[in-house]
């Protein structure tokens, strides 16, 4: 795909009073665009991709995401482990089944919030 700044000369701008700058044009595909956006919204940096695939988002994660990733889904088990080794609350037989609902559970949650994060939402 092609990066905003490539697009922003093809395109003809169309400023009305209000601020607003309408985008028109075509891309290389035969697409017509047709945008409009406050101007302090444009970007000041090029867009990579506008529908980027999963393993094209996780290539962008900083390694404080995948950190971050870790911690939310390692803590809240490591936790429970160690507050049923303390004052146990159920059959020590059933930790392990809870960890296998546990950990996934806590793993999309953390990669969820970790995407939320780096794309600034």
Do not use: C, W
């Amino acid at each position: 795909m092609e990066s905003f700044e490539s697009l922003k000369d093809t395109f003809s701008k169309f400023p009305d009073k209000t601020g607003i700058i309408s985008f028109e044009g075509t891309l290389s595909n035969g697409y017509k665009v047709v945008a409009k956006m406050p101007a302090d919204d444009i970007p000041p940096y090029p867009i990579i991709t506008y529908e980027p695939y999963l393993s094209q988002a996780y290539d962008y994660l900083r390694p404080t995401d995948y950190a971050l990733i870790a911690g939310i889904t390692f803590g809240p088990p490591a936790a429970f482990v160690a507050l049923e080794r303390h004052r146990p609350s159920i059959s020590y037989r059933l930790i392990p089944k809870s960890l296998m609902i546990q950990i996934p559970t806590y793993f999309l949650i953390g990669v969820t919030t970790a995407m939320k994060l780096s794309i600034g939402i």
